[in-house]
C-alpha cells in the first residue's frame, strides 16, 4: 500500500521568507510526528499529533514554527522568515496510534523534505 | 550527556561477515527500542522493533536489549553490500513516544565492502 508522502521533496528558499512543508501519512494511520534531521546530528523530535491534536508544541524550535492537522490526515509544518539554521530534511512520520506492547505504534517514515535556506 | 549514545563510524567490514552495531542511554525509563535502517537521502526504514529486555530475531537482524546496562544492540548476518546505510537506533518510554516522540542516536554510517 502506499506509504507516507512528503512534499515538496527539495525546496529552496530565500532568508527571511515563509514555506508551507506537507505530510500525507498512512490511510488509517491516527498518530503523525514531525522531526528534524540537521547534517551531522541525529532525528530531532518537533512535534505529534494524535488525530487533529497537539497536545504539547513544545517541541518546535521557536515560535517560527507551527504545524496543523485537518480531518485527521493531512499535515503541514510551517515554517514563518526562515533562518539559515533551518536549513534540514524535515521527515514525517505516521503510526496506528496503538498504545500496547504488541506493537500498533511503530513509525513509518516519509521520504522527507530538505529545506535549504540561502 | 545526550541521552542516547551511538559511534558514527564508518564502520567498514568484508562481505558476508556479521555486524555489530551498539547503542547506549541514559534514561532508564526507556522501554521500547527499534532500529531504523536509512539509505542517502531517503527516509528512514523500520528493521526491529522490541519492547523490555531480550532478543528478537527477523531474518539476518537480530536485535538485543539489556536493560540493566541500558544497551542495545543489532546484529546483521551474512552482511551484503546491499546492506550499507546509515543505521538509527531509536527508543522511547512509551509506545510512539507520545508528546516525547522517539529519541534518536545519531547513527552509525556501515559499509559492507565487496
Known amino acids: 500500500g502506499a506509504g507516507v508522502s512528503q512534499s515538496p521533496s527539495n525546496k529552496v528558499t530565500e532568508k527571511g521568507k515563509d514555506v508551507e512543508l506537507r505530510c500525507d501519512p498512512i490511510?488509517?494511520?491516527?498518530?503523525l510526528y514531525w522531526y528534524r534531521q540537521s547534517l551531522g546530528q541525529g532525528l530531532e523530535f518537533l512535534i505529534y499529533?494524535?488525530?487533529?491534536?497537539?497536545?504539547?508544541k513544545s517541541g518546535l524550535p521557536s515560535d517560527r514554527f507551527s504545524a496543523e492537522r485537518t480531518g485527521g490526515s493531512v499535515s503541514t509544518l510551517t515554517i514563518q522568515r526562515t533562518q539559515q539554521e533551518d536549513s534540514a530534511v524535515y521527515l514525517c512520520?505516521?503510526?496506528?496510534?496503538?498504545?500496547?506492547?504488541?506493537?500498533?505504534?511503530?513509525?513509518?517514515f516519509g521520504p522527507g523534505t530538505r529545506l535549504t535556506v540561502t | 550527556q545526550k541521552e542516547v549514545e551511538q559511534d558514527p563510524g564508518p564502520l567498514s567490514v568484508p562481505e558476508g561477515a556479521i555486524v555489530s552495531l551498539n547503542c547506549t542511554y541514559s534514561?532508564?525509563?526507556?522501554?521500547?527500542f527499534m532500529w531504523y535502517r536509512q539509505y542517502s537521502r531517503k527516509g528512514p526504514e523500520l528493521l526491529m522493533y522490541t519492547y523490555s529486555s531480550g532478543n528478537k530475531e527477523d531474518g539476518r537482524f537480530t536485535a538485543q536489549v539489556d536493560k540493566s546496562s541500558k544497551y542495545i544492540s543489532l546484529f546483521i548476518r551474512d552482511s551484503q553490500p546491499s546492506d550499507s546505510a546509515t543505521y538509527l537506533c531509536a527508543m522511547s518510554a512509551i509506545p510512539g513516544g507520545g508528546a516525547d516522540g522517539l529519541t534518536f542516536g545519531k547513527g552509525t554510517h556501515l559499509i559492507i565492502q565487496p
Open positions: 499529533f494524535q488525530g487533529n491534536s497537539a497536545p504539547d
Open positions: 490511510s488509517g494511520h491516527t498518530a
Open positions: 512520520a505516521s503510526s496506528l496510534g496503538l498504545a500496547g506492547n504488541l506493537g500498533g505504534d511503530e513509525q513509518y
Open positions: 534514561n532508564s525509563a526507556f522501554q521500547y
